[in-house]
């Protein structure tokens, strides 16, 4: 099943998604409004607000009192994207130029920081404390998963655990604001709302774990970036932790760590990668977590969205599979 089918029944909803999107870009201050129009046409697919809205939809559906929080929660995603790539120096991002090489570091890292205090006016105007301390909380967490990927930049001595962490930090964080947000703005009972936070985490480290993979198998025609983006800044990431775990004394990544201008080790870590049994045990971790997700839904009302957030799950983890 593609995206468009799994997000018909919302469709009306995630158009009012865009038409907030495009109010965030319209303000009277001509250097902000160019860099935002940019930012804000920059493509993705929605899943954060998409994810809100499935999940308000079990109980007291109301999408005026939802949209604030759709609308922020997408750009809280930009945000961490515009902070990344300025980070990593990244010049490609969906398939186009990055706001920090078009524009600058200076002007990247103030358009990122203007969108993290839009996205938390936003959610203020839900006057809903729960998920107003939400956002600050997640925010939080994600920092905390960018300064533990930074500190772990060229380092072979890592673990899953800390991988598991940093990503549960950077991806599940977002994706657990939405779900447990759009449950709380529905007044879900607290144990949905724990059913929807749990589903929100695991589809998160699924999805990570999947864009990881893509990063070794993909081309950069579908990824919109260089294939081995992440081995090029130093991070390491499941495929490439699983190739280190089974060739302990010879591979490829520790050459690219120690000497980190030879870059031709990217590709000789890719094609190790490729040729192995790696691919296969990351998609089958990701699909543990696709059941870990969707293990709880079942206890909540049979409808429409409870099988959308079903099929949105498959769709994750079956991307190229």
């Known amino acids: 099943m593609q995206l ?12 009012d ?3 907030g999107l495009k109010a965030v870009s319209v303000i009277d201050a001509p250097w902000m409004e160019e ?28 999408m005026p009192r939802l949209l604030p929080l759709t609308t922020s929660v997408e750009l809280m995603h930009m ?29 990247a890292i103030l358009l990122g920081d203007y969108l993290f205090a839009k996205a938390g006016a936003l959610t203020a105007s839900t006057e809903n404390l729960r998920v107003i301390k939400l956002l600050s909380e997640t925010l939080m967490v994600i920092t905390n998963g960018e300064l533990a990927q930074s500190a772990s930049a060229f380092a072979l001595n890592q673990s899953r655990e ?36 749990d589903y929100g985490y ?30 090029a800044q130093g991070t390491l990431t499941l495929p490439g932790l699983m190739l280190v775990e ?30 192995s049994d790696i691919i296969g045990k990351c998609f089958d971790i990701a699909a543990e ?18 099988e959308s957030l079903y099929n949105l799950a498959d769709f994750i983890v079956n991307r190229r599979r």
Not at 89 to 101: A, C, D, L, V
Not at 289 to 306: Q, T
Request: net charge positive; hydrophobic share 40%.
């Open 17 to 19: 998604v865009e038409d």
């Open 162 to 197: 800390h991988y598991y962490f940093r990503i549960s930090c950077k991806t599940a964080a977002l994706f657990v604001m939405a779900t447990e947000s759009g449950a709380v703005l529905s007044n879900a009972p607290e144990k949905s709302i724990k059913i929807l936070h």
């Open 79 to 107: 945000a961490t994207l515009v902070h990344d790539d300025t980070i990593d120096k990244s010049n490609m991002r969906w398939g186009r130029e990055t706001i920090n090489k078009l524009w600058g570091m200076e002007k």
């Open 246 to 275: 089974k060739y302990p004394l010879n591979n490829p990544v520790q050459k690219l760590f120690a000497d980190r201008k030879q870059t031709e080790n990217i590709a000789k870590t890719i094609e190790m990668v490729r040729n």
């Open 202 to 231: 695991n589809l998160g480290v699924a999805f990570q774990i999947i864009d990881d993979i893509l990063d070794y198998i993909g081309t950069e025609k579908e990824m919109g970036k260089p294939v081995g983006s992440d081995l």
């Open 289 to 306: 977590y696709k059941e870990k997700a969707c293990r709880g839904l079942r206890n909540l009302p049979a409808n429409e969205s409870r």
């Open 4 to 15: 468009t089918e799994i997000y018909q029944p919302i469709v009306q909803e995630l158009e």
């Open 35 to 62: 860099l935002l129009a940019y930012a804000l046409k920059g493509g993705g697919k929605r899943l954060r607000p998409a994810l809100a809205i499935f999940s308000a939809k079990f109980y007291d559906f109301d």
